[in-house]
């Protein structure tokens, strides 16, 4: 059926809103579990009556939209969010630099998408998964400004031979995320004879989180930038902007000149600092539209007077059991890294014998940063496979007598076993425990990046 206006398509496409997959598939197709893809599929042949393609141009070609399916989930504290990203069109490398972001490929298909999304339920067969809202997506003005980077940062990583060191935490919305995991995944780019992961345009999972929670939650989320900043400063830029002034003032002097108050020892630190600074006070990180949509994560660095970080900087728990199961792509360590961006907000220390008694901390600046993807590929990975081998061989853990306590020692990797990341304690205490996959506990343990690591990251914060 040709469907001749989007308010046609729209009204169509809201009439799925209810259903189950079950309800609406003719084919039998969804009784396929294994099948990846196939509930568009339902979608395009059962609903709206076309046949299956995969034609270059967008699937409502006559009105140049793109028809999207995609789940979300419902978080343990209630709310939902976007289940994975929104693979686009693969990424032709030879053809993709040919063009200029208006004419690329990811623009004459995706421009405007139908985004159909259901609700995935752990446990639920696919025939039972319901379709909850229908959105014609156009972008923004203010996102399309920060896509457009997105894109060029993409397509002069293609045009410098780097094709093979493309990362999704390179860029903030749209990313170059990978299409495959072997080696018949490999494609040749136009300027390097090193063949290159085959990758495909996607909108992150954090963009589609940020337009769920503001198309089906309703949220209310802050903006920081403004589409007339965008066209001139990439969000970087704009950060360093706002941040810049305070540079070399006291966490003291800061909150004086803006009237705030700060208790720099309290857990909403970070929190309180960031928003006042965008001229946002009060709202929360993660109500912040543009962070939220970029997976931009958060970082306080305290340096000590000689410019080495005060302490290691600490992420997630272990939960060892997910480690001995998981292959290292679906691994928390390798999508972590892969996808994401942290800003560093770096303070220091500075020893003054009569102006600073306290020891007070001092603005140095931020620092936006993803882990290289040389980096992940190589010693994140065979770290991971390191510990991976530990734990399948039995974590060695060995009672020792320290003073009038007794503390069990193990012998996964310390601080400077690849002068990148190390395991250590994160509990409460040493009673503070977790299962291995033996059966055995262990106090819980935590991933953590070297403090001397974090020192050569923030080493130039001037650096974009």
Same mark, same amino acid.
């Given at each position: 059926m040709l469907y001749k206006t989007q308010e046609e398509l729209l009204t169509k496409a809201k009439m799925a809103e209810g259903k189950t997959f079950g309800e609406i598939d003719q084919t039998g197709r969804v009784q396929n579990e294994r099948a990846k893809g196939h509930l568009g599929q339902v979608i395009e042949e059962s609903f709206f009556g076309y046949e299956i393609n995969s034609e270059k141009e967008a699937d409502f070609s006559n009105l140049g939209i793109e028809l999207k399916v995609t789940p979300i989930k419902e978080n343990k504290n209630g709310t939902l969010s976007a289940k994975e990203r929104l693979v686009l069109n693969i990424i032709n490398y030879h053809e993709e630099v040919e063009h200029e972001f208006q004419t690329s490929s990811f623009w004459q298909k995706n421009e405007k998408i139908l985004l159909m999304f259901y609700l995935w339920k752990k446990g639920f067969k696919r025939a039972d998964y319901k379709l909850i809202k229908s959105h014609l997506h156009t972008y923004p003005v203010e996102d399309l400004a920060i896509i457009e980077q997105d894109w060029k940062v993409i397509v002069d990583k293609i045009k410098q031979g780097r094709a093979h060191e493309l990362s999704e935490a390179d860029t903030n919305y749209l990313a170059a995320c990978t299409k495959g995991a072997s080696k018949n995944s490999l494609r040749t780019q136009p300027y390097s004879d090193e063949m290159a992961m085959q990758?495909?345009?996607?909108?992150?999972?954090?963009?589609?989180? $940020? *337009?769920?929670?503001?198309?089906?939650? %309703? =949220?209310?989320?802050?903006?920081?930038?403004?589409?007339?900043? *965008?066209?001139?400063?990439?969000?970087?830029?704009?950060? &360093?902007?706002?941040?810049?002034?305070?540079?070399?003032?006291?966490?003291?002097?800061?909150?004086?000149?803006?009237?705030?108050?700060? !208790?720099?020892?309290?857990?909403?630190?970070?929190?309180?600092?960031?928003?006042?600074?965008?001229?946002?006070?009060?709202?929360? *990180?993660?109500?912040?539209? =543009?962070? $939220?949509?970029?997976?931009?994560?958060?970082?306080?660095?305290?340096? =000590?007077?000689?410019?080495?970080?005060? &302490?290691?900087?600490?992420?997630?728990?272990?939960?060892?059991?997910?480690?001995?199961?998981?292959?290292?792509?679906?691994?928390?360590?390798?999508?972590?890294?892969? =996808?994401?961006?942290?800003?560093?907000?770096?303070?220091?220390?500075?020893?003054?014998?009569?102006?600073?008694? !306290?020891?007070?901390?001092?603005?140095?600046?931020?620092?936006?940063?993803?882990?290289?993807?040389?980096?992940?590929?190589?010693?994140?990975?065979?770290?991971?496979?390191?510990?991976?081998?530990?734990?399948?061989?039995?974590?060695? *853990?060995?009672?020792?007598?320290?003073?009038?306590?007794?503390?069990? %020692?193990? !012998?996964?990797?310390?601080?400077g076993f690849n002068s990148i990341c190390h395991i250590r304690p994160k509990g409460r205490d040493g009673k503070d425990k977790i299962a291995l996959p033996d059966g055995r506990m262990i106090a819980k343990q935590g991933f953590w990046l070297d403090k001397k690591y974090i020192q050569q990251i923030i080493s130039n914060l001037n650096e974009v």
């Open positions: 990758r495909a345009f996607s909108l992150k999972q954090s963009y589609m989180t $940020a *337009l769920v929670r503001k198309l089906i939650q %309703k =949220e209310d989320l802050k903006r920081f930038t403004t589409n007339k900043e *965008l066209e001139h400063k990439s969000l970087i830029g704009l950060l &360093e902007d706002k941040f810049s002034p305070y540079k070399g003032m006291s966490i003291e002097e800061i909150a004086q000149k803006e009237n705030y108050k700060i !208790n720099s020892n309290s857990k909403n630190f970070l929190q309180q600092f960031i928003s006042s600074l965008l001229g946002i006070q009060g709202t929360k *990180l993660n109500q912040i539209e =543009e962070f $939220a949509k970029a997976n931009i994560q958060f970082k306080t660095v305290r340096l =000590e007077p000689n410019g080495i970080p005060r &302490e290691h900087m600490s992420f997630k728990n272990i939960n060892f059991i997910e480690w001995e199961k998981e292959d290292w792509d679906e691994s928390w360590i390798s999508k972590y890294f892969e =996808e994401t961006k942290l800003l560093f907000v770096v303070f220091q220390y500075i020893e003054r014998k009569n102006d600073n008694p !306290n020891r007070q901390l001092y603005f140095r600046g931020i620092k936006l940063w993803n882990m290289p993807k040389k980096t992940i590929d190589e010693p994140l990975k065979d770290f991971w496979l390191h510990v991976k081998t530990l734990i399948n061989k039995g974590i060695e *853990l060995t009672p020792v007598q320290q003073k009038n306590r007794v503390i069990v %020692k193990n !012998n996964l990797p310390k601080p």
